[in-house]
């Protein structure tokens, strides 16, 4: 009965978003108010509709109701609560379920909160996130509806992929979705700025903080999956450049460029189209990656269906919706006039860079993702593209973004001085070129791009660093510092917090990925083998009993010159209903580095097969992942994001001033 | 997207531009298209260096008493080129077969280490015992880049002529893969 409710939720809440994209649409271009007027309720009610939908399905999940299909194929009775509950988004129907929750959730807020809107720009962002939604709700109630039911119920379900028993479930797909769909914001608002032909730096101050936020959310999301990788799948790396990892890099990377370019919509009133089809295209990518890991054309763990109607389906919303947004861009673009004008050495040609630099990252990262596709549409038969393609063809881009990245916020807007800029940073050079020599000394026959990701890491960090010991004129006026550090605007905060993250993520990056040593062996109990430097002695394995799972678990004592540091207990689990075995890493961390250790089953003899690894500056990836995110969230918390722009006029006026 | 201050506004070359985007994602819409209704299955990644000649490539030797490997070594007769590291597990899990592949094929595998260390491929082979008849060293993966491998282990048949015949994609470590590859090799022998 309750599935049923779910269901017919579902169809309301999609007539309910034909409503909203069309009338609104229509009201605006006839000036017709009670039309424009339907956006707001209509946006709430869509929200309140899917909202019953998703948790009719995740109380079918909750009370195990193997009548309803997904949950039959997607969970079992012998399933902890929590992932129970967090298999209503483990599979394809759920997930798509929870990205039109979100994607209702932006547009009631935008329909509830966007007070300060003007009208038509209002209720022409609405109705673009209604068109949105009917597509997508359309494609649930047409090809992959959460609530068919199974007649006969089976007396038990399949179970969740093991894989995805695991707490990191509950919060990466949530976190995703919430920065996929959150770029739509940008989308929506992009597209009604081109229907209205008008775009200035109060609508550049309207989207920033919705991007920002997704942003956010997309930076959580993906470090989240990649901790989540590095603990769950036991091969000891964090990231392995899979096409879903790419589906959600690329949007991360555009997203990023919006980012930078909306600021100088808002504060220069230049790069106008430039910043539409950014927007455009970040959706456009966050839309693709719903279509690469829905439709099989390229497979991967993630994979949740490979139907080749659903792909025809995912297809045709992308044409819809790329396709009609990038024409009405090519119709209207052009006659979009930038107001501020600029030398290329300034603030807007440093930001013109960097989106330069991340577009290409994005394209390069979009070739390496499909290019095994077009090989083989092309009959050029079939390749394959692996992480040495990103080594040397992404890494140099996002090395020179990198550099570019700590000159940039020294330059003023318009015009700068680039040799009195760099001459800024000498202090921040001396730091880079003492660093990279340390590094040399100390790890000498070690890989070069060893010594090039530290120099680039401490010359990022300390560039940060000086631009806002600038700004708080430590050296100047030191008495004064404390008083102007408080009055710096948060978004100023936001900045350096988040570039100080990325900082610190490359430093661990490249201490992982340069440093990283194994030891690969058979051991018994009472064995011993030594891996940088720490003893393991490996002091045998025990059978456990999880709540739907048995698992092998070893322990090892580890010690340094003899004095203990930690006990791991890595373990190999069997989940009994599909008969999937997974990996359980033990780690500890100190901060500096992971010792990680990885076992399988034993053999007859009592001999089990170990993987250690000495993971250097690793965690330090997802520290600057999190600094990166809560620098999104300062800069969000800035007053001026959070009061809005009271009118176009006064709002260009103090942008212009 | 154009940083000249004062670019005159409207004029058709600019308006072509603005179009660029839509023709490029109609022709990438156009591949998906056609990828949804091919029927490979993008599982498997044959290499698309089969029936091309191999790559150019001359790696110093590992070992001190036997020879490394370059291009102007193959050709001739039928050889085996495998891809491994001592860091790499299914390749230790392969090991065994590689020698038993050299006696019943009857033919001489080149080893080639991708990016390992010297002293833990030597020490790998020491402890498992050496198949190879030449080993080279490719510390930079170049070579790997060069023939397409997608990670250790791979093994690649060159025929006679010097064109690679067949690949060998992961281990071979269970009795059917291993007659596989021998049924290969003796196709490739013709």
Same mark, same amino acid.
């Given at each position: 009965m309750i599935a049923e409710l779910g269901h017919f939720a579902l169809v309301l809440a999609l007539a309910l978003a034909l409503a909203q994209a069309v009338l609104p649409l229509a009201g605006a271009a006839r000036d017709n108010q009670a039309w424009m007027a339907v956006a707001a309720p209509a946006s709430q009610g869509q929200l309140l509709f899917i909202a019953i939908a998703f948790f009719a399905l995740m109380q079918a999940y909750v009370s195990s109701d193997f009548s309803v299909a997904v949950v039959a194929d997607n969970s079992n009775s012998a399933m902890p609560l929590i992932y129970k509950a967090a298999a209503t988004w483990g599979n394809h129907e759920g997930s798509l379920l929870l990205w039109v929750l979100i994607l209702a959730v932006f547009g009631a807020a935008v329909g509830t909160?966007?007070?300060?809107?003007p009208p038509k720009l209002k209720a022409r962002v609405l109705a673009v996130q209604g068109l949105i939604a009917v597509g997508f709700l359309a494609f649930m109630l047409l090809t992959s509806n959460p609530f068919a039911r199974l !007649?006969?119920?089976?007396? !038990?379900g399949a179970d969740l992929n093991p894989l995805l028993q695991d707490p990191g479930l509950a919060f990466h797909p949530p976190m995703l979705y919430f920065g996929y769909v959150g770029f739509s914001m940008a989308f929506s608002f992009a597209v009604a700025a081109l229907i209205e032909g008008r775009v200035d730096a109060a609508w550049a101050r309207w989207v920033r903080p919705w991007t920002l936020a997704a942003w956010i959310a997309l930076t959580a999301g993906i470090a989240g999956g990649s901790w989540w990788s590095y603990y769950e799948l036991g091969w000891g790396g964090w990231w392995a450049w899979d096409p879903v990892e790419n589906a959600s890099f690329m949007p991360w990377l555009l997203g990023t460029a919006l980012l930078h370019s909306a600021i100088v919509v808002e504060k220069r009133d230049a790069l106008k189209s430039w910043t539409m089809l950014l927007a455009i295209l970040t959706f456009a990518m966050s839309l693709v990656g719903t279509f690469l890991v829905r439709s099989g054309v390229l497979t991967s763990v993630h994979a949740f269906a490979s139907d080749p109607r659903r792909g025809v389906f995912i297809l045709f919303l992308l044409v819809i919706a790329v396709g009609g947004s990038l024409t009405l861009f090519a119709i209207r673009a052009p006659s979009l006039r930038d107001g501020g004008l600029f030398q290329p050495i300034s603030r807007e040609g440093s930001l013109i860079l960097n989106n330069l630099l991340l577009a290409v990252g994005g394209v390069i990262v979009f070739l390496g993702t499909f290019m095994p596709l077009f090989a083989d549409v092309l009959h050029a038969g079939a390749i394959s593209v692996g992480a040495p393609y990103y080594f040397l063809i992404f890494n140099p881009f996002a090395a020179l973004l990198i550099v570019v990245m700590a000159v940039g916020p020294l330059l003023p807007w318009k015009r700068a001085d680039l040799a009195g800029a760099l001459q800024r940073l000498t202090a921040a050079s001396a730091a880079t070129v003492v660093a990279a020599g340390l590094v040399w000394w100390l790890k000498t026959g070690g890989p070069l791009f060893g010594v090039l990701g530290v120099a680039l890491g401490v010359w990022l960090l300390m560039g940060t660093l000086v631009e806002y010991g600038e700004r708080i004129g430590i050296l100047r006026a030191p008495g004064d510092a404390w008083r102007r550090a408080r009055q710096l605007p948060r978004a100023a905060y936001g900045m350096t917090l988040a570039h100080a993250g990325l900082a610190v993520a490359i430093l661990g990056m490249t201490g992982s990925a340069a440093w990283k040593q194994e030891q690969v062996l058979m051991m018994r109990p009472g064995d011993t083998v030594s891996l940088a430097g720490y003893d393991y002695r490996f002091d045998g394995v025990a059978d456990v009993a999880g709540p739907n799972y048995t698992a092998t678990r070893g322990t090892f004592t580890v010690t340094k010159d003899g004095t203990p540091v930690t006990i791991l207990h890595p373990e190999k689990r069997k989940?009994?209903?599909?008969?999937v075995p997974t990996t359980e890493a033990a780690i500890h961390t100190n901060g500096l580095a992971d010792l990680y250790a990885v076992i399988d089953s034993p053999d007859d003899a009592g001999a089990v097969s170990v993987h250690l690894y000495h993971q250097p500056l690793v965690p330090w990836i997802w520290a600057g992942a999190v600094l990166m995110a809560l620098g999104g969230l300062v800069s969000l918390s800035d007053r001026r994001l959070r009061v809005g722009a009271p009118s176009r006029r006064t709002a260009v006026a103090m942008a212009r001033a | 997207m154009t940083t000249a201050p004062d670019r005159p506004a409207g004029t058709r070359p600019r308006h072509l531009l603005y179009l660029l985007p839509v023709v490029l994602f109609v022709v990438v819409a156009v591949y998906f298209l056609v990828a949804l209704y091919s029927s490979r299955d993008p599982q498997e990644v044959p290499s698309a260096l089969v029936g091309k000649p191999a790559p150019g490539f001359t790696l110093a030797p590992l070992l001190p008493d036997l020879p490394g490997v370059a291009r102007a070594d193959l050709g001739g007769s039928v050889v085996l080129v495998n891809f491994f590291a001592s860091w790499c597990v299914p390749c230790r899990a392969e090991h065994p077969y590689l020698g038993r592949i050299a006696k019943d094929g009857g033919l001489p595998i080149f080893g080639i280490v991708y990016k390992d260390k010297p002293d833990a491929a030597r020490a790998y082979l020491a402890e498992l015992g050496n198949p190879y008849a030449r080993i080279g060293m490719d510390d930079s993966g170049r070579t790997g880049i060069d023939f397409g491998i997608t990670g250790v282990p791979e093994t690649f048949v060159l025929a006679p002529d010097g064109r690679i015949c067949y690949r060998q994609w992961g281990p071979v470590t269970d009795d059917d893969t291993e007659q596989a590859l021998l049924a290969k090799i003796k196709e490739c022998r013709r």
């Amino acid at each position: 009965m309750i599935a049923e409710l779910g269901h017919f939720a579902l169809v309301l809440a999609l007539a309910l978003a034909l409503a909203q994209a069309v009338l609104p649409l229509a009201g605006a271009a006839r000036d017709n108010q009670a039309w424009m007027a339907v956006a707001a309720p209509a946006s709430q009610g869509q929200l309140l509709f899917i909202a019953i939908a998703f948790f009719a399905l995740m109380q079918a999940y909750v009370s195990s109701d193997f009548s309803v299909a997904v949950v039959a194929d997607n969970s079992n009775s012998a399933m902890p609560l929590i992932y129970k509950a967090a298999a209503t988004w483990g599979n394809h129907e759920g997930s798509l379920l929870l990205w039109v929750l979100i994607l209702a959730v932006f547009g009631a807020a935008v329909g509830t909160f966007g007070n300060n809107l003007p009208p038509k720009l209002k209720a022409r962002v609405l109705a673009v996130q209604g068109l949105i939604a009917v597509g997508f709700l359309a494609f649930m109630l047409l090809t992959s509806n959460p609530f068919a039911r199974l !007649d006969p119920p089976p007396a !038990d379900g399949a179970d969740l992929n093991p894989l995805l028993q695991d707490p990191g479930l509950a919060f990466h797909p949530p976190m995703l979705y919430f920065g996929y769909v959150g770029f739509s914001m940008a989308f929506s608002f992009a597209v009604a700025a081109l229907i209205e032909g008008r775009v200035d730096a109060a609508w550049a101050r309207w989207v920033r903080p919705w991007t920002l936020a997704a942003w956010i959310a997309l930076t959580a999301g993906i470090a989240g999956g990649s901790w989540w990788s590095y603990y769950e799948l036991g091969w000891g790396g964090w990231w392995a450049w899979d096409p879903v990892e790419n589906a959600s890099f690329m949007p991360w990377l555009l997203g990023t460029a919006l980012l930078h370019s909306a600021i100088v919509v808002e504060k220069r009133d230049a790069l106008k189209s430039w910043t539409m089809l950014l927007a455009i295209l970040t959706f456009a990518m966050s839309l693709v990656g719903t279509f690469l890991v829905r439709s099989g054309v390229l497979t991967s763990v993630h994979a949740f269906a490979s139907d080749p109607r659903r792909g025809v389906f995912i297809l045709f919303l992308l044409v819809i919706a790329v396709g009609g947004s990038l024409t009405l861009f090519a119709i209207r673009a052009p006659s979009l006039r930038d107001g501020g004008l600029f030398q290329p050495i300034s603030r807007e040609g440093s930001l013109i860079l960097n989106n330069l630099l991340l577009a290409v990252g994005g394209v390069i990262v979009f070739l390496g993702t499909f290019m095994p596709l077009f090989a083989d549409v092309l009959h050029a038969g079939a390749i394959s593209v692996g992480a040495p393609y990103y080594f040397l063809i992404f890494n140099p881009f996002a090395a020179l973004l990198i550099v570019v990245m700590a000159v940039g916020p020294l330059l003023p807007w318009k015009r700068a001085d680039l040799a009195g800029a760099l001459q800024r940073l000498t202090a921040a050079s001396a730091a880079t070129v003492v660093a990279a020599g340390l590094v040399w000394w100390l790890k000498t026959g070690g890989p070069l791009f060893g010594v090039l990701g530290v120099a680039l890491g401490v010359w990022l960090l300390m560039g940060t660093l000086v631009e806002y010991g600038e700004r708080i004129g430590i050296l100047r006026a030191p008495g004064d510092a404390w008083r102007r550090a408080r009055q710096l605007p948060r978004a100023a905060y936001g900045m350096t917090l988040a570039h100080a993250g990325l900082a610190v993520a490359i430093l661990g990056m490249t201490g992982s990925a340069a440093w990283k040593q194994e030891q690969v062996l058979m051991m018994r109990p009472g064995d011993t083998v030594s891996l940088a430097g720490y003893d393991y002695r490996f002091d045998g394995v025990a059978d456990v009993a999880g709540p739907n799972y048995t698992a092998t678990r070893g322990t090892f004592t580890v010690t340094k010159d003899g004095t203990p540091v930690t006990i791991l207990h890595p373990e190999k689990r069997k989940y009994p209903v599909q008969g999937v075995p997974t990996t359980e890493a033990a780690i500890h961390t100190n901060g500096l580095a992971d010792l990680y250790a990885v076992i399988d089953s034993p053999d007859d003899a009592g001999a089990v097969s170990v993987h250690l690894y000495h993971q250097p500056l690793v965690p330090w990836i997802w520290a600057g992942a999190v600094l990166m995110a809560l620098g999104g969230l300062v800069s969000l918390s800035d007053r001026r994001l959070r009061v809005g722009a009271p009118s176009r006029r006064t709002a260009v006026a103090m942008a212009r001033a | 997207m154009t940083t000249a201050p004062d670019r005159p506004a409207g004029t058709r070359p600019r308006h072509l531009l603005y179009l660029l985007p839509v023709v490029l994602f109609v022709v990438v819409a156009v591949y998906f298209l056609v990828a949804l209704y091919s029927s490979r299955d993008p599982q498997e990644v044959p290499s698309a260096l089969v029936g091309k000649p191999a790559p150019g490539f001359t790696l110093a030797p590992l070992l001190p008493d036997l020879p490394g490997v370059a291009r102007a070594d193959l050709g001739g007769s039928v050889v085996l080129v495998n891809f491994f590291a001592s860091w790499c597990v299914p390749c230790r899990a392969e090991h065994p077969y590689l020698g038993r592949i050299a006696k019943d094929g009857g033919l001489p595998i080149f080893g080639i280490v991708y990016k390992d260390k010297p002293d833990a491929a030597r020490a790998y082979l020491a402890e498992l015992g050496n198949p190879y008849a030449r080993i080279g060293m490719d510390d930079s993966g170049r070579t790997g880049i060069d023939f397409g491998i997608t990670g250790v282990p791979e093994t690649f048949v060159l025929a006679p002529d010097g064109r690679i015949c067949y690949r060998q994609w992961g281990p071979v470590t269970d009795d059917d893969t291993e007659q596989a590859l021998l049924a290969k090799i003796k196709e490739c022998r013709r």
